[in-house]
């Protein structure tokens, strides 16, 4: 290959990999007033039902599997420990079977 093509496709590489940064949530100042968002122990709830509220939300079009109105980085960390816990987290795979 030549040098201008590893330099285009490196760019467009990195341009990707870019686009799927997570921004700031603006949706947390339409939250009402009184209100708290929702923070990490919120996070794990919605992870852990988030198959359920998977399924309701194909019918309803008023259950979503994530809140919006959040505090960010602490909800998406129980959001992802919760559905991690719910779907076995992995670790399960690294056991081995004593013969």
Do not use: Q
């Not at 990999?17 to 921004?23: I, N, R």
């Amino acid at each position: 290959m030549n040098k201008k093509l590893i330099f285009v496709l490196s760019v467009i590489a990195v341009l990707m990999l870019v686009s799927c940064t997570a921004g700031p949530n603006n949706s947390i100042s339409l939250l009402d007033i009184g209100k708290e968002p929702a923070g990490f122990w919120y996070g794990v709830w919605h992870g852990m039902i988030s198959p359920v509220t998977f399924v309701i939300s194909l019918f309803n079009d008023n259950v979503g599997m994530y809140e919006i109105h959040n505090n960010g980085a602490w909800y998406n960390l129980g959001f992802l420990l919760g559905a991690g816990a719910t779907f076995g987290g992995g670790g399960s795979g690294t056991c081995r079977i004593k013969k």
